[in-house]
């Protein structure tokens, strides 16, 4: 899942002394951030090949670090750490560590059996990946059903506060489309390309920063 993991994100910025709504984007997708980061390193892989699901052609078959449940609430731990120490707030240190492990729960839906508990067997996957008129529906409702439970929640304080929304929304479309509809992959490519995981990360901190753009515009409801 790519933009259906920001629901987590607009849900939790409604809450009282949350983090801000960028911060939780990129909480949002902060495990992807250190996938894609590892995989330049070379301490995660993947290879791209046909048939892997129905939707996605990315055989994730080595992400012991960020994608094991052990790993993605040490990630999430250590950015709850993080905004303790940068707000001296536990509420949204919480708030902040719950949406980075809302990732990994989100993932379980969607990915092939290649998620696992500790980094080995067994691995865990529900596969809707292979189900698109399943999996679509939900990544979009998951995204925009947030986007309005957040416009409904808060109150435009500037022309940027109005006109960011749109620009948010068509952002997340135009990359969820190309993530779905992008380049099709017909035989195996190991390594990947070199510009996929750059290609994350910018897709990534681009609808961050469009996310905290939008949020200084914005201010909770109080009618």
Same mark, same amino acid.
């Given at each position: ?119 080995? *067997?067994?691995?865990?996957? /529900? %596969? #809707?990946?292979? +189900?698109? &008129?399943?999996? !679509? ?56 390309? *070199?510009?996929?995981?750059? /290609? %994350? #990360?910018?897709? +990534?901190? &681009?609808?961050? !920063? ?14």
């Amino acid at each position: 899942m790519f933009i259906g993991h920001y629901g987590a994100s607009f849900v939790a910025a409604t809450q009282p002394r949350a983090p801000r709504l960028g911060t939780l984007f990129i909480a949002a997708q902060l495990i992807d951030f250190g996938f894609f980061a590892f995989v330049m390193l070379g301490i995660e892989h993947l290879r791209l090949v046909p048939g892997t699901t129905v939707m996605n052609p990315m055989d994730l078959y080595a992400m012991p670090w960020t994608h094991s449940l052990v790993g993605a609430l040490g990630w999430s731990t250590g950015f709850g750490l993080l905004l303790l120490v940068a707000t001296r707030c536990r509420a949204a240190a919480l708030i902040g560590g719950a949406v980075v492990l809302s990732h990994w729960l989100v993932d379980l839906l969607v990915h092939a059996k290649d998620l696992t508990i500790a980094g080995a *067997p067994p691995k865990l996957g /529900l %596969g #809707l990946w292979n +189900y698109p &008129l399943i999996e !679509i529906p939900l990544e979009l409702a998951f995204a925009f059903g947030g986007l309005v439970w957040y416009l409904r929640r808060t109150r435009s304080t500037s022309a940027a506060g109005r006109w960011s929304p749109v620009v948010l929304a068509l952002a997340m479309a135009g990359l969820q489309a190309f993530n779905w509809f992008g380049q099709p992959v017909d035989h195996i490519i190991d390594p990947p390309p *070199p510009t996929l995981a750059p /290609l %994350g #990360l910018f897709a +990534y901190t &681009l609808l961050a !920063i469009i996310a905290w753009w939008m949020a200084r515009g914005r201010r909770p409801r109080t009618d």
